[in-house]
């Protein structure tokens, strides 16, 4: 796997938007490099960037990004509700795939390095990127703000790590580290006042507040851990709001945040009346938001992908201060390339047309999937239905768990449409490499059994996902709503389908694989498979004719 990171700046300009589009038109030069999100803030006075990329592409944008913002932002005019102390406030890396914290913490030193040494400007390292773990606090070194730095960076202890130890007027310092993935999310309060926001913030804040015990201070934790919030006033909106940083969501998640927020508003007699993501957040966070609010109302969490987001928004109140585009907000999704879903994004006229195109793809193996998925899709339904079925409210979270079940199995396999028709085109791609010479034969004979290989996979994983369904389609027509077992009848027949159609596919991809050790393992498993799919299928349609009685 390729390493990917992402960079999280904070540029200190929240309001002119065309100064902004010139630090991150710097972004977009760099070949390599995908940005993401740019996220302004007037009444912080603060812009939000993210980008991905492999990470030499990612610090050489950082590095152009933060010396176009020097040279645009002028800091001794700077005022803003979020603490700050530089043009670049804090530029943090994190990892996202193919590569450890310890090896992005040495991106984050490279870049720091090169800012302090080629830019001039004073930079300390954080989190990650920070041997001195006295001073890889953000917040303490940032103690001061701005207006504080020009005495603080003359203290021994406060000589930034690379750069000169003097502050500039205009620019400012910049804090650059390695760290993981931070969520910065808002919650409205319907107060305007910052100093009752502040006290719910202490109160769930895991740094918590410190108090006076028989003469001597003492700290008193917050309710949440690895959780960062402050309370602020912001004019734009005209409420306040409690301003955290979540860490560590494996911890304390999106929705606990809110929640806790809500319990320690109402008791100081302050609601709660909506919320605000800042940047990007991971799939997860809302997905898990969703079913957490689900479950609350004893509402199955088996729905798709989308209701879940929606009921996330909605119950979090992400849409009160503007629009809440998950396409523009979910980190996945704007990962995603439009060709890793061609098909499945197509409506069902289209998607038919396409099939019967003289286009040999979407062939068998793509057309076995969406079978699959739409015959989970069936039992999926009949486990929704059931959940919500009057008179069976003591049963929900049994038939809730089928639906999930039968969801994961539906995206597993309308994921592989796709992947197959991918799968033929990786071998036609394979077969129209040149082959003048010996060398230019040997890659093309090697990438053809790539992709043959690739081909038999992908059709065997449409075997093993539609077989899994039948589990749930089987305790949907034994025990789902009588009323739709005819339903989950019609789910057998589409998973028997996908599944033979499936090995079709990887029987006649295996006829041009070389290995015969495996192909002779993974036609033995299919026909296993196989097998015992027929002879599930008869069961169920038993099961479904019986109770049908007609």
């Known amino acids: 796997m390729q390493p990917i990171i992402e960079c999280v700046p904070n540029f200190s300009e929240g309001s002119d938007l065309q100064l902004i589009r010139q630090i991150t038109d710097q972004v977009e030069t760099v070949e390599g490099v995908r940005l993401l ?11 939000v960037v993210t980008f991905v990329g492999h990470p030499e592409a990612v610090i050489e944008a950082a590095f152009r990004a933060i010396k176009k913002a020097g040279e645009l932002i002028e800091m001794s005019k700077h005022k803003g509700e ?26 984050a030193q490279k870049l720091a ?141 999106l929705h606990i945040a809110f929640d806790e927020v809500c319990k320690k508003a109402d008791a100081r007699g302050i609601r709660v009346t909506g919320s605000e993501l800042v940047g990007l957040v991971p799939l997860k966070s809302l997905t898990d938001a969703g079913r957490y609010f689900l479950r609350k109302q004893k509402r199955s969490t088996g729905v798709s992908e989308k209701e879940l987001i929606k009921i996330a928004v909605k ?19 704007m990962l995603r390339l439009p060709a890793d879903s061609k098909l499945v994004n197509m409506n069902l006229s289209a998607f038919a047309d396409e099939t019967a195109s003289e286009s040999p793809a979407p062939g068998g193996g793509s057309i076995s999937a969406y079978v699959g998925a739409l015959g989970v899709s069936l039992a999926t339904m009949v486990a929704n239905l059931s959940s919500h079925k009057k008179g069976w409210d003591d049963r929900w979270e049994e038939f809730s768990d089928w639906a999930e079940k039968g969801e994961a199995l539906k995206n597993e396999l309308v994921k592989l449409v796709d992947a197959d028709t991918k799968a033929f085109n990786k071998i036609m791609e394979a077969f129209a ?70 090995f079709m596919n990887v029987r006649i991809n295996a006829a041009g694989y070389t290995d015969k050790v495996f192909v002779e393992e993974i036609v033995s498993k299919g026909k296993e498979i196989e097998q015992k799919t027929i002879a599930l299928e008869q069961e169920i349609l038993k099961v479904v004719n019986d109770r049908i009685g007609l």
């Open 433 to 502: 490499l040149p082959k003048s010479s010996e060398a230019e034969k040997s890659i093309r004979s090697q990438s053809i059994q790539e992709a043959t290989r690739y081909a038999i996979d992908i059709p065997f994983q449409v075997m093993q996902a539609s077989f899994k369904s039948l589990e749930v389609i089987k305790a949907m027509a034994e025990t789902g709503n009588p009323n739709s077992v005819s339903d989950a009848g019609v789910g057998a027949l589409c998973a028997r389908a996908a599944v033979m159609g499936a």
């Open 37 to 47: 999100n740019v996220d302004p803030g007037k009444a912080t006075n603060r812009t």
């Open 82 to 107: 979020h603490p700050r102390m530089g043009a670049t406030d804090v530029c943090p890396l994190i990892p996202i795939a193919g590569i450890s914290m310890e090896e992005t913490a040495a991106f």
């Open 315 to 333: 119950s979090m109140g992400l849409d009160e201060l503007g629009p809440f585009k998950p396409e523009e907000r979910i980190i996945e999704y």
């Open 113 to 253: 390095k090169r800012v302090g040494e080629e830019l001039s400007i004073p930079v300390y390292l954080y989190e990650a990127a920070q041997p001195d773990k006295s001073r890889n606090n953000l917040s303490v070194i940032r103690a001061g703000e701005y207006e504080g730095f020009f005495k603080k960076i003359k203290e021994p202890q406060w000589k930034p790590d690379f750069g000169p130890a003097e502050f500039d007027a205009k620019r400012g310092g910049t804090v650059i580290g390695a760290r993981d993935f931070l969520v910065a999310y808002n919650v409205n309060l319907n107060t305007t006042s910052t100093r009752r926001a502040n006290a719910v913030a202490f109160d769930v804040r895991e740094a918590g507040r410190n108090v006076v015990v028989n003469g001597e201070k003492v700290n008193q934790p917050g309710s949440l851990k690895s959780v960062k919030a402050i309370g602020w006033f912001i004019e734009e909106y005209g409420v306040a709001q409690i301003s955290m940083n979540l860490t560590n969501i494996n911890i304390t998640p």
